[in-house]
Protein backbone atom coordinates (compact mmCIF):
# COMPACT_ATOMS: atom_id res chain seq x y z
CA UNK A 1 0.00 0.00 0.00
CA UNK A 2 1.58 3.28 -1.11
CA UNK A 3 2.12 5.81 2.13
CA UNK A 4 0.97 9.44 0.53
CA UNK A 5 -1.04 11.42 2.59
CA UNK A 6 -2.89 14.60 1.96
CA UNK A 7 -4.92 17.29 4.13
CA UNK A 8 -7.11 18.23 4.47
CA UNK A 9 -9.82 15.97 2.31
CA UNK A 10 -12.41 18.75 2.28
CA UNK A 11 -12.03 22.42 2.63
CA UNK A 12 -14.56 24.92 2.04
CA UNK A 13 -13.20 28.60 2.37
CA UNK A 14 -13.90 32.01 1.43
CA UNK A 15 -13.02 33.86 -1.22
CA UNK A 16 -9.99 35.98 -0.82
CA UNK A 17 -8.47 33.68 1.53
CA UNK A 18 -5.18 32.19 1.40
CA UNK A 19 -5.27 28.27 1.34
CA UNK A 20 -2.42 25.35 2.18
CA UNK A 21 -3.11 21.84 0.93
CA UNK A 22 -0.90 19.42 2.36
CA UNK A 23 0.95 16.45 0.34
CA UNK A 24 3.33 14.33 2.08
CA UNK A 25 5.12 10.80 1.02
CA UNK A 26 7.01 8.28 3.04
CA UNK A 27 8.54 6.29 0.26
CA UNK A 28 11.27 8.77 -0.24
CA UNK A 29 10.01 9.23 -3.86
CA UNK A 30 12.40 12.44 -6.12
CA UNK A 31 9.28 12.90 -7.95
CA UNK A 32 6.19 14.41 -6.59
CA UNK A 33 3.06 16.22 -9.02
CA UNK A 34 -0.08 18.02 -8.08
CA UNK A 35 -2.84 17.45 -10.30
CA UNK A 36 -6.36 19.40 -10.75
CA UNK A 37 -9.70 17.20 -11.67
CA UNK A 38 -12.80 18.65 -11.70
CA UNK A 39 -16.31 16.59 -11.70
CA UNK A 40 -16.35 14.02 -14.77
CA UNK A 41 -13.01 16.00 -16.27
CA UNK A 42 -9.70 14.29 -16.82
CA UNK A 43 -7.01 15.06 -14.32
CA UNK A 44 -4.47 17.61 -15.32
CA UNK A 45 -1.06 17.98 -14.37
CA UNK A 46 -0.96 21.90 -12.91
CA UNK A 47 2.84 21.31 -10.89
CA UNK A 48 5.25 18.94 -10.43
CA UNK A 49 8.82 18.51 -9.06
CA UNK A 50 11.75 16.44 -9.77
CA UNK A 51 13.38 16.85 -6.06
CA UNK A 52 14.39 19.36 -3.71
CA UNK A 53 14.39 22.89 -4.60
CA UNK A 54 13.19 21.38 -8.06
CA UNK A 55 9.67 22.70 -8.97
CA UNK A 56 7.81 23.50 -12.63
CA UNK A 57 4.56 23.75 -13.87
CA UNK A 58 2.66 21.61 -15.75
CA UNK A 59 0.09 21.65 -18.05
CA UNK A 60 -2.56 23.46 -17.19
CA UNK A 61 -2.06 27.09 -16.35
CA UNK A 62 -2.36 27.14 -12.16
CA UNK A 63 -2.63 30.42 -9.82
CA UNK A 64 -1.05 28.15 -7.27
CA UNK A 65 2.12 28.05 -6.19
CA UNK A 66 4.27 24.96 -4.73
CA UNK A 67 7.58 24.61 -2.72
CA UNK A 68 9.28 21.36 -2.15
CA UNK A 69 12.26 21.88 0.54
CA UNK A 70 12.25 18.68 1.73
CA UNK A 71 11.49 15.23 -0.04
CA UNK A 72 9.12 14.04 2.17
CA UNK A 73 6.90 17.69 1.78
CA UNK A 74 5.23 19.00 -1.42
CA UNK A 75 2.20 21.93 -0.41
CA UNK A 76 0.62 23.90 -2.49
CA UNK A 77 -0.92 26.91 -1.92
CA UNK A 78 -3.14 29.23 -3.37
CA UNK A 79 -2.83 33.14 -2.15
CA UNK A 80 -6.13 34.51 -2.71
CA UNK A 81 -9.08 31.59 -3.43
CA UNK A 82 -11.63 32.18 -6.12
CA UNK A 83 -14.98 30.19 -6.95
CA UNK A 84 -13.17 28.68 -9.72
CA UNK A 85 -10.26 27.00 -7.88
CA UNK A 86 -13.20 24.79 -6.55
CA UNK A 87 -12.50 21.64 -7.20
CA UNK A 88 -10.43 18.21 -6.51
CA UNK A 89 -6.68 18.10 -6.20
CA UNK A 90 -4.45 15.26 -5.90
CA UNK A 91 -1.29 14.74 -4.83
CA UNK A 92 1.09 11.68 -6.55
CA UNK A 93 4.62 10.61 -6.05
CA UNK A 94 6.29 8.30 -8.42
CA UNK A 95 9.46 5.87 -8.99
CA UNK A 96 10.72 3.91 -11.50
CA UNK A 97 10.16 0.12 -11.37
CA UNK A 98 10.98 -2.59 -13.44
CA UNK A 99 12.16 -0.23 -16.10
CA UNK A 100 8.73 2.49 -15.79
CA UNK A 101 7.17 4.85 -13.86
CA UNK A 102 4.71 3.57 -10.92
CA UNK A 103 2.87 6.68 -10.13
CA UNK A 104 1.07 6.17 -6.40
CA UNK A 105 -1.79 8.58 -5.46
CA UNK A 106 -2.99 10.48 -2.11
CA UNK A 107 -6.72 10.48 -1.79
CA UNK A 108 -7.68 14.03 -2.48
CA UNK A 109 -8.58 17.08 -1.58
CA UNK A 110 -11.69 18.63 -2.62
CA UNK A 111 -11.65 22.14 -2.53
CA UNK A 112 -14.86 24.33 -2.10
CA UNK A 113 -14.70 28.26 -2.47
CA UNK A 114 -17.64 30.39 -1.71
CA UNK B 1 -8.79 16.55 -29.46
CA UNK B 2 -7.59 14.58 -26.22
CA UNK B 3 -4.20 12.58 -26.71
CA UNK B 4 -5.88 9.79 -24.78
CA UNK B 5 -9.12 9.34 -25.50
CA UNK B 6 -11.23 6.12 -23.51
CA UNK B 7 -14.20 4.24 -24.46
CA UNK B 8 -16.90 3.83 -23.50
CA UNK B 9 -17.66 6.84 -21.44
CA UNK B 10 -20.08 4.99 -18.94
CA UNK B 11 -21.15 1.56 -18.69
CA UNK B 12 -23.42 -0.40 -16.73
CA UNK B 13 -22.84 -4.23 -16.74
CA UNK B 14 -25.00 -7.11 -14.65
CA UNK B 15 -23.22 -8.95 -12.02
CA UNK B 16 -20.70 -11.32 -13.63
CA UNK B 17 -20.72 -10.16 -17.00
CA UNK B 18 -17.23 -9.47 -19.01
CA UNK B 19 -15.84 -6.18 -19.71
CA UNK B 20 -13.74 -4.32 -21.64
CA UNK B 21 -12.94 -0.61 -21.29
CA UNK B 22 -10.63 0.79 -24.32
CA UNK B 23 -7.82 2.97 -24.43
CA UNK B 24 -6.48 4.51 -27.78
CA UNK B 25 -3.85 7.10 -27.50
CA UNK B 26 -2.09 9.29 -30.25
CA UNK B 27 1.61 10.12 -28.77
CA UNK B 28 4.79 7.91 -28.32
CA UNK B 29 4.82 6.52 -25.22
CA UNK B 30 6.80 4.83 -23.11
CA UNK B 31 4.14 3.22 -20.43
CA UNK B 32 0.51 3.12 -19.85
CA UNK B 33 -1.17 3.24 -16.71
CA UNK B 34 -4.74 1.73 -15.93
CA UNK B 35 -6.08 3.56 -12.76
CA UNK B 36 -9.44 3.00 -10.85
CA UNK B 37 -11.31 6.00 -8.65
CA UNK B 38 -13.55 5.07 -6.29
CA UNK B 39 -16.58 6.99 -5.45
CA UNK B 40 -14.93 10.27 -2.74
CA UNK B 41 -11.60 10.38 -5.22
CA UNK B 42 -8.95 8.37 -4.33
CA UNK B 43 -6.96 6.61 -7.27
CA UNK B 44 -5.43 3.35 -7.83
CA UNK B 45 -3.00 2.58 -9.74
CA UNK B 46 -4.29 -0.80 -11.14
CA UNK B 47 -1.81 -1.60 -14.08
CA UNK B 48 1.35 -0.39 -15.73
CA UNK B 49 2.39 -1.82 -19.31
CA UNK B 50 4.87 -1.26 -21.96
CA UNK B 51 3.92 -4.34 -24.02
CA UNK B 52 1.70 -7.35 -23.58
CA UNK B 53 -0.57 -8.35 -21.10
CA UNK B 54 -0.72 -8.12 -17.21
CA UNK B 55 -3.21 -10.15 -15.11
CA UNK B 56 -4.23 -9.53 -11.52
CA UNK B 57 -6.98 -11.27 -10.29
CA UNK B 58 -9.46 -11.17 -12.44
CA UNK B 59 -8.50 -7.46 -14.14
CA UNK B 60 -6.44 -8.16 -17.42
CA UNK B 61 -4.66 -5.52 -19.23
CA UNK B 62 -3.40 -5.34 -22.92
CA UNK B 63 -1.26 -3.33 -24.79
CA UNK B 64 -0.47 -3.56 -28.90
CA UNK B 65 2.12 -0.52 -29.08
CA UNK B 66 1.81 -0.80 -33.07
CA UNK B 67 -2.30 0.07 -32.88
CA UNK B 68 -1.32 2.58 -29.75
CA UNK B 69 -4.13 0.73 -28.23
CA UNK B 70 -5.01 -1.04 -24.71
CA UNK B 71 -7.45 -2.31 -23.36
CA UNK B 72 -8.67 -3.10 -19.42
CA UNK B 73 -11.06 -6.44 -19.01
CA UNK B 74 -12.85 -7.31 -15.98
CA UNK B 75 -14.06 -11.08 -15.66
CA UNK B 76 -16.91 -12.26 -13.36
CA UNK B 77 -17.84 -8.63 -12.52
CA UNK B 78 -19.16 -7.23 -9.35
CA UNK B 79 -20.28 -4.38 -7.76
CA UNK B 80 -17.48 -3.91 -5.67
CA UNK B 81 -15.72 -3.26 -9.16
CA UNK B 82 -18.18 0.29 -9.79
CA UNK B 83 -15.68 2.75 -9.95
CA UNK B 84 -14.11 5.31 -12.78
CA UNK B 85 -11.50 3.45 -14.73
CA UNK B 86 -9.17 6.11 -16.03
CA UNK B 87 -6.37 5.51 -18.65
CA UNK B 88 -3.10 7.65 -18.81
CA UNK B 89 0.05 7.43 -21.27
CA UNK B 90 3.49 8.29 -20.28
CA UNK B 91 5.80 10.29 -22.54
CA UNK B 92 9.29 10.43 -21.98
CA UNK B 93 10.40 12.11 -18.65
CA UNK B 94 7.44 12.56 -16.34
CA UNK B 95 4.70 13.99 -18.72
CA UNK B 96 1.45 12.39 -18.56
CA UNK B 97 -2.00 11.94 -20.61
CA UNK B 98 -4.95 10.89 -19.27
CA UNK B 99 -8.32 9.65 -20.53
CA UNK B 100 -11.86 11.22 -19.26
CA UNK B 101 -12.53 8.02 -17.92
CA UNK B 102 -15.20 5.07 -18.09
CA UNK B 103 -17.58 5.44 -15.38
CA UNK B 104 -18.41 1.76 -14.56
CA UNK B 105 -21.87 0.40 -12.57
CA UNK B 106 -21.78 -3.32 -11.71
CA UNK B 107 -25.71 -4.33 -10.82
CA UNK B 108 -26.10 -7.22 -8.42
Known amino acids: EADIYQTPRYLVIGTGKKITLECSQT?????MYWYQQDPGMELHLIHY???????EKGDLSSESTVSRIRTEHFPLTLESARPSHTSQYLC?????????????FGPGTRLTVT | KNEVEQSPQNLTAQEGEFITINCSYS?????LHWLQQHPGGGIVSLFMLSSGKKKHGRLIATINIQEKHSSLHITASHPRDSAVYICAARLGGNQFYFGTGTSLTVIP
Open chain 2, 27 to 31: VGISA
Open chain 1, 27 to 31: MGHDK
Open chain 1, 92 to 104: ASSEYKAGSVEQY
Open chain 1, 49 to 55: SYGVNST
